[in-house]
């Protein structure tokens, strides 16, 4: 700071000195900074910045603004002298910005004894009024004054540093270089409330809470001691372990390293819902004496909570982990290690029992409903009053009731709190998709308990002393639920500015290659290896997509493993590029931001679409993959294939291999050279597909991949069988079907055997139906049907062709096909299966 004010800088201005005498406006100027280094493209000419990586270069290259980020080269043609005056815009995030001339300096007052002795005899109501107004402010530095503005949206940011794995330090600072600082709070240095008194007059105001569950529900008790009306909306920024509230409310898992600017917008347009909050009030159990009571706290750590209330086993680990961490902070600096300290805990308590006897000392009533036979019958060890769908880091535990008439679907914002009850096996399932057993939807709970056990209220554990607890409704809170966002997407009301179908390239990075080069655009994308092609429609989001992409990996993953049975056996053998399987848990990577590539977290894959984060290519990252591809430099695509296979029959031209790569850019889900390895098709039944051994059969195989039918006709005229497996190992009917020749279809159909139609594939259990619905083809689908092709088969993943269109978003198909499954049940002749 001594070489700053030798040279006369001055850091960007906060708020206004009380003491300057010039007129107060909502007018900002530019902050200009001299850069050695600077990201992006001048404002002025568009040309990129060089960038001087001399330790010791003090070379200016940039001049930029603090507040509205703008950039020029330091050159006099870039950098106009007109700029050093102009008023600032604040550049994109203007609305959420707490401009510098809201925030006034308060000057401390001087009272010498004349003064003060002349306010002692003056009694008046009004002057008692002014000085009791006078000692609110008189302990704080400054004062909020704001000027109203229907568009402006101010952001008060709370970040808890030790969330997390100790995240918030650098987040901490991100947000103090793109708002004012001075609306930026750390939560280790102070508390929220003295902050939220202040900007207690300020409208449209809203809360960004950086940290986790935990630190949400604080500032939500400290806005309901100061009774804010009207009640600013929370956002979250999941910093946490376990971050249940945040994916309720679509903030995802947990922050890994999104643009702050986007986190800007997103509390910005986020929508406000209601949040339901219970009341805890716990009295000590008057049916036990006073010695029985001794055992434990008798006081819960809160006396509210947002997300869920639960007593047994899950608190029983999570206050193991409390009491590790209070005694070794320093070893708990990683969510990982805090999910493994977790995982470990819950291993050696299943082992224990410690909660096997919770039935027997329990009575619960819900709204009048005395639920203790029940839950003494089914012996659980774990009871969770539920208020968010999302408990213990994102599973479901109320699961979907469906047409369950009992119980309506888990809603936060409906007065109802959902009681659930959990064996150990319960517990288990729940990380692939169960639930626990549903007890009741209720608006009162009274909890009696006869010995000491643990509970948790919203992440925070005790070991509670026998007592009477009663939960009810306290209120309801604003949040912010981050909604879906279109900014790249075409206007709505454009029908042709959105592509039917996109066909993009898939493209995969090593983690040690991203953490290298993610600053470097342009080598990142040189450095990732080919990895395939997709057809999706043009409105995809992400979380379908990653379906496609999965399927292209499994796809191209059996080629490699069959790469010795398909040379013995005259099959089909790609060279591939990128053959190593993708870990399941790789992530997309946003390619559109200016700077580098961000990666996505997998809870908010839904709220993107594929065209957000790039046009025609797609770029993962795989924490496990190889970094570099194999075999060769990594340029051509894995799925052009340009090497024949020894051992192939001589019919296999490349001709005939160019036109299958071709074929694969119908519009369709999956391009054709990524499902060449799901038609490998050897049939389940006795009669297997016979390679083709004349030339009027090897020409038959060409006319259905051209898709004529004359000369399909010409050659079975001369003795070519219909039989005959294609050069992918598959019949002609599913070639037809997926490449979505209709008449060739009808043409085998009627002229072929009747084992063709409902032959599956042994690799994949997939019919020509199953084929033709993923690939979109509907009146292919239509004359398979009417053949009598069977709709309830199921392949290998356990989809009918009906859950496969259903999956790819054909919703018209996907009516056909519910329409003609009803049918057949009903045209069964066994009652039993068709009711």
């Not at 409310?249 to 997103?266: A, F, M, Q, R």
Request: include cysteine.
């Amino acid at each position: 700071m001594d070489q700053l004010e030798k040279i006369n800088f001055r850091c960007k201005p906060t708020f206004r000195d009380v003491t300057s005498r010039a007129p107060r406006e909502n007018l900002v100027r530019h902050h200009w900074v001299h850069r050695r280094r600077q990201e992006g493209k001048c404002k002025h000419c568009g040309k990129g910045f060089q960038q001087k990586f001399s330790f010791h270069s003090k070379e200016i290259v940039a001049i930029s603004c603090s507040w509205c980020k703008q950039a020029f080269h330091n050159k006099v043609t870039c950098f106009l002298l007109h700029h050093i005056e102009e008023p600032c815009s604040l550049g994109a995030h203007a609305a959420v910005i707490v401009p510098p001339s809201w925030i006034i300096k308060v000057k401390k007052p001087q009272v010498n004894a004349k003064n003060s002795s002349r306010r002692k005899k003056r009694t008046s109501f009004k002057r008692k009024a002014s000085k009791k107004g006078f000692e609110d402010i008189k302990g704080r530095a400054f004062v909020i004054k704001p000027i109203s503005s229907p568009l402006m949206k101010p952001l008060l940011v709370f970040v808890n540093p030790k969330s997390g794995g100790n995240q918030g330090t650098k987040v901490l600072q991100m947000f103090m270089w793109f708002l004012n600082p001075r609306q930026v709070f750390d939560l280790s240095q102070e508390g929220p409330r003295e902050a939220l008194e202040s900007y207690r007059k300020v409208p449209n105001l809203r809360i960004l809470a950086c940290g986790g569950d935990g630190t949400v529900g604080w500032i939500l008790s400290v806005l309901d001691e100061l009774q804010l009306n009207p009640q600013p909306p929370v956002a979250v920024l999941p910093l946490g372990t376990g971050n249940d509230l945040a994916r309720t409310l679509n903030w995802g898992g947990g922050y890994t390293d999104e643009p702050v600017s986007k986190i800007l917008c997103h509390v910005e347009d986020g929508s406000i819902v209601q949040l339901d909050r219970w009341n805890l009030h716990v009295e000590r159990n008057p049916d036990l004496l006073h010695e029985e009571l001794d055992d434990g706290t008798h006081k819960l750590p809160l006396n509210v909570f947002n997300n869920y209330f639960s007593l047994g086993f899950d608190a029983h680990v999570t206050l193991e982990f409390h009491e590790s961490r209070e005694a070794n902070p320093e070893k708990f600096n990683s969510r990982f290690r805090n999910k493994m300290f977790y995982a470990g805990a819950a291993f050696s308590d299943f082992l224990q029992r410690s909660s096997r006897d919770l039935s027997k000392h329990v009575k619960v009533v819900c709204d009048g409903t005395d639920l203790t036979p029940k839950i003494q019958e089914l012996k659980f060890q774990c009871i969770v009053f539920l208020n968010i769908p999302r408990y213990c880091a994102g599973t479901m535990p109320w699961g979907n009731p469906g047409d369950h008439r009992d119980f309506e679907p888990q809603r936060h914002d409906d007065g109802y709190i959902e009681v659930i009850g959990f064996t150990m096996a319960s517990l288990a399932a729940l990380q692939v998709g169960g639930h626990g057993e549903r007890l009741h939807q209720c608006r009162e709970v009274t909890l009696l308990t006869y010995k000491a056990i643990p509970m948790q209220v919203d992440g925070e554990p005790c070991r509670l002393a026998p007592s009477l607890i009663r939960i009810c409704l306290r209120n309801q809170a604003n949040m912010v639920q981050k909604s879906k966002r279109r900014t790249s997407m075409p206007l709505l009301n454009d029908p042709h500015s959105m592509p039917d179908r996109l066909r993009i390239r898939v493209n995969r990075i090593c983690l040690q290659v991203y953490e290298g080069l993610h600053f470097d655009k342009d080598k990142l994308r040189e450095a990732s290896i080919p990895l395939g092609i997709i057809v999706v429609r043009g409105d995809c989001d992400l979380e379908t997509c990653r379906m496609y992409i999965d399927r292209l990996q499994e796809d191209l993953h059996s080629v490699t493993t069959n790469r010795d049975h398909c040379q013995e056996q005259e099959g089909y053998l790609p060279r591939l590029l990128s053959s190593q399987r993708l870990n399941p848990r790789w992530c997309f990577l946003d390619a559109t931001s200016a700077d580098r590539f961000y990666r996505i977290d997998r809870s908010q894959e839904h709220l993107h679409f594929v065209t957000e984060i790039s046009q025609d290519e797609i770029f993962i990252l795989d924490p496990e993959a190889a970094g570099s591809p194999q075999g060769g430099a990594g340029t051509g695509m894995p799925d052009l294939v340009v090497e024949q296979p020894s051992g192939l029959s001589e019919w296999w031209t490349p001709t005939c291999r160019k036109r299958i790569v071709s074929d694969s850019c119908v519009p369709g889900r999956l391009s054709l050279q990524n499902e060449l390895s799901d038609n490998r098709q050897d049939s389940l039944s006795s009669s297997a597909l016979p390679s083709p051994v004349s030339a009027e059969e090897q020409a038959l195989v060409h006319a259905v991949l051209d898709g004529d039918l004359d000369k399909v006709t010409e050659c079975c005229e001369k003795g070519a069988r219909l039989r005959v497996q294609g050069p992918v190992r598959c019949s002609l009917l599913h070639l037809a079907a997926r490449a979505g020749h209709g008449e060739i279809v009808a043409y085998i159909l009627e002229n072929g055997p009747e084992d063709l139609l409902d032959m599956v594939d042994r690799t994949t259990g997939e019919t020509a139906l199953h084929k033709a619905a993923f690939q979109g083809h509907r009146h292919v689908c239509q004359i398979l049907v009417d053949a009598g092709a069977c709709l309830s088969k199921r392949d290998f993943k356990g989809q009918t062709p009906l859950e496969i269109a259903q999956n790819t978003g054909d919703s018209e198909l996907a009516s056909y096909l519910e329409t003609c499954q009803a049918k057949q049940l009903l045209s069964n002749d066994d009652l039993e299966t068709a009711v």
